[in-house]
Every structure is written in C-alpha cells, then in structure tokens.
Nanobody, 122 residues
Framework: QVQLVESGGGLVQAGDSLRLSCANSGRPFSNYAMGWFRQAPGKERDFVASISGLGRTTLYADSVKGRFTISRDNAKNTVYLQMNSLKPEDTAVYYC???????????????WGQGTQLTVSP
C-alpha cells in the first residue's frame, strides 16, 4: 500500500515563499503521477497541481499558475510544490496524492497523504 507523507507547511506572511514536500513509499516512484490539492475550512478539496511520472507533463490550477511550481525527484521518491508570492487565500490544508494518470480530479488519485497546514497571514 502506498504511503504518502507531506512536510513543509507552516505559518508565513503574504508575499513569502515556501516549499512543500511529499515522500512516496510506492516503487517504482516513476509509475505514479502525483498531485497536490488543498482544502480550506468549509470548502471542497481543490486541485492545485499535478505532474506525470517522468515529470514531462504538469497541470496547474489557474489560481496558482505563475506562482506555484510542481516538480519531482524520482531518485528521492519525492514530489515538491514550490509556492511563491503567497496570498492569504492560499491558506488551506495541502494534500499530496498519487495515481496512475496526471489529472485535475481528486477521484483519479487513490492514495492520499495526511495533509499539511499552510497559513498565510496578511
């Protein structure tokens, strides 16, 4: 069973940068497309970014395009989310997910991490 462990969340100020990491126990790691989703209090879980197994394809939500970058290091079995120019509306629990295909839909990712909190103060 694939286990995903996120790290890197925290409290930052608007305009700051932060990088989230997600370690995937599944092998080979390159078989998995990876995604980042986020969920703010009282809201649905929203797509943020996803990346294909070899990193050749990336998808982004319009709200983060140009500010966030998803990447992966298959030698380290880890996917990253570099977040720049953070805004208070980016505040949410961020979840890492693994699945067979690059997608924007949560339902296509069967494996999920426990989430990491990001809070962006004004």
């Amino acid at each position: 069973q694939v286990q995903l462990v996120e790290s890197g969340g925290g409290l930052v100020q608007a305009g700051d940068s932060l990088r989230l990491s997600c370690a995937n126990s599944g092998r080979p790691f390159s078989n998995y497309a990876m995604g980042w989703f986020r969920q703010a209090p009282g809201k649905e879980r929203d797509f943020v970014a996803s990346i294909s197994g070899l990193g050749r394809t990336t998808l982004y939500a319009d709200s983060v395009k140009g500010r966030f970058t998803i990447s992966r290091d298959n030698a380290k079995n880890t996917v990253y989310l570099q977040m720049n120019s953070l805004k208070p509306e980016d505040t949410a629990v961020y979840y890492c997910a693994a699945g067979p295909h690059t997608s924007t839909q949560p339902s296509t990712f069967p494996a999920w991490g426990q989430g990491t909190q990001l809070t962006v103060s004004p």
